[in-house]
């Protein structure tokens, strides 16, 4: 299987079922509680977390139809995490994924409520699996997301890029930062499935270094996408990181150079799952995928090296 054909696969079906966790908005009082949370969810993404997360279960031999709410429930988290990011008391976004962002359609109030009820259900949706899979198991996936999503991961990065904004550039600080707060989520996923595919430690060292190579270069290609992408890219017009001060790697190290550093980084993160061998496709075209799609580039990835999608 071609590796868009996998990802759209696993999208499809992430998609579906979360049309079904998240049902339309009762006729009540907080019915506009249930409208801003399908309109954040559903309002389209790639479902990266998801697939990622899904395509480690399938390193290791498990059923994905077992493990499906459980992704779902880290796209919940996501969404959280977007919806709460775009507010104005922090990035203060118009847009996301190309309409108009939760706090500008139903209120801040709304969309404030609507990221905790995300943020709550998620995990009560990962914890209603345990008469499906090893609770043993699942307790800790569950455990480690929560730890890499709060204060061992992306709330600490998003509070120290806040309590940062507008300070003199530095690089150790920048990577101190994305290595929270985007860095935790890819590893919260991959960790999770290797967790429930009960992963021996080398494996684990192995599949945790690689997700911080790829959460390291998501980050890089969204800086500079933010600095010179399309619109239509980005899902919102670019330039909210100058706008709101933020350290990126292009304004620090400058734009081609933070290029060359999203190279070096997709190599490296292939080559830290070489104990694998050839069972980590997925994982070896995954780096190269991203980077292509980021910049629009049209040609299969095989065909082209990554110095060209730059």
């Known amino acids: 299987m071609q590796l ?11 998609e579906g079922r979360l049309d079904e966790l ?3 908005a009762p006729d009540s009082p907080e019915a506009v509680l249930y409208r801003a ?5 559903l309002g389209g993404g790639k479902r990266l977390r998801a697939i990622i997360f899904l395509a480690t279960c399938d390193l290791f031999g498990l059923k994905q139809e077992l493990y499906l709410d459980f992704a779902c429930a880290l796209e919940m988290l996501q969404t959280y995490s977007l919806i709460h990011d775009d507010l104005p008391a922090m990035d203060n976004d118009d847009y996301r994924r ?5 706090h500008k359609v139903f209120g801040e109030a709304q969309a404030i409520l609507a990221g905790d009820a995300l943020l709550t259900q998620a995990f009560n949706l990962m914890l209603s699996l345990d008469d499906e899979v090893d609770r043993g ?13 709060g204060l061992g991961g992306m709330v600490r990065g998003q509070a120290a890029d806040m309590a940062l904004t507008g300070q003199d550039p530095d690089l150790p600080l920048l990577q101190y930062i994305h290595y929270h707060k985007t860095g935790a989520f890819f590893q919260a996923a991959i960790k999770s499935g290797a967790i429930f595919g009960q992963a021996l430690p080398r494996e684990m060292e192995a599949l945790c270094a690689y997700s911080e190579r790829i959460g390291l270069l998501f980050q890089v290609v969204d800086d500079i996408l933010d600095l010179a992408g399309d619109e239509q890219v980005l899902g919102k017009p670019p330039g909210s990181d100058k706008r709101n001060s933020k350290i990126t790697y292009p304004s620090l190290i400058g734009l081609e150079k933070a290029r060359k550093l999203a190279e070096k980084t997709a190599e490296e993160a292939k080559a830290a799952l070489e104990i694998f061998g050839s069972k980590v496709w997925f994982f070896n075209e995954l780096p190269a995928y991203l980077v292509k799609r980021s ?6 990835v095989d065909d082209l090296p990554l110095k060209n999608f730059f």
């Open 22 to 24: 998240l049902p339309e």
């Open 4 to 14: 868009k054909e996998y990802m759209d696969s696993i999208k499809c079906l992430v």
């Open 137 to 149: 198991l699942l307790c800790q996936a569950a455990r480690q997301t929560a730890w890499l999503l």
């Open 98 to 102: 190309g309409q108009l962002t939760c």
């Open 37 to 41: 949370m399908r309109y954040s969810v």
């Open 295 to 300: 910049f629009g580039v049209a040609a299969k």
